[in-house]
């Protein structure tokens, strides 16, 4: 249970995994198992030679919760190591949405400015409607598509994010 005090606060973790069948299962299913949400979730191979990959979960909770996740997650057998970007020490953090705006006149104007403004790029433009690609923050992206909103908005696919310390040490 959650004292009233606590604060939840979003967290972005890194996991190294072997990159062999059933890792991200066993992952997912310990967050799932324990009540935990998972807000985003990225998985790539990082080193080939090795069969590593890094799984970037963001999530959210108490400090205690997170904690208890990242002892969890260090437990499991094919984990190497598991850091929490956010109390690490600085990190970068992107993200990468495609988002499809349909329009007409003013409204079509409209979203062709304010992505100009955020910095989208058209990836595919009809007479009906555009496709932007927008990278950043997440926050940034959310700003982004709740203006696509009154605007046009069709659909919108995220990859969820992804995050690297800064400097020259790696996990």
């Known amino acids: 249970m959650l004292a009233k005090n606590e604060p ?3 967290h972005v973790l890194s996991v190294l995994v072997d990159n062999e069948p ?3 299962g066993r992952v997912v299913g310990l967050f799932s198992g324990r009540g935990y949400n998972i807000e985003s979730l990225t998985v790539s191979e990082t080193e080939h030679d090795k069969h590593v990959s ?7 909770g108490t400090p205690a ?8 997650l260090g437990r499991l057998v094919p984990v190497h190591t598991v850091v929490d970007l956010t109390n690490s020490g ?14 007409a006149g003013d409204a079509r104007a409209e979203a062709l ?3 100009d403004a955020f910095r989208a790029r058209v990836m595919d433009a009809t007479t009906e409607s555009f496709v932007f690609e927008l990278t950043g923050k997440p926050d940034k992206l959310d700003q982004f598509i709740s203006l696509m909103l009154p ?18 040490k790696g996990m």
């Open 22 to 24: 059933g890792v991200l």
């Open 8 to 10: 939840v606060s979003r």
């Open 113 to 115: 400015r304010l992505a």
């Open 90 to 103: 600085p990190s970068v953090e992107r993200e990468l949405a495609l988002i499809k705006v349909a329009g």
């Open 151 to 168: 605007l046009g908005l069709v659909e919108v696919s995220r990859t969820g994010v992804a995050a690297i310390s800064r400097g020259p």
């Open 54 to 60: 890094r799984i970037t979960i963001v999530t959210s």
């Open 65 to 72: 919760i997170i904690d208890q996740i990242e002892a969890q």
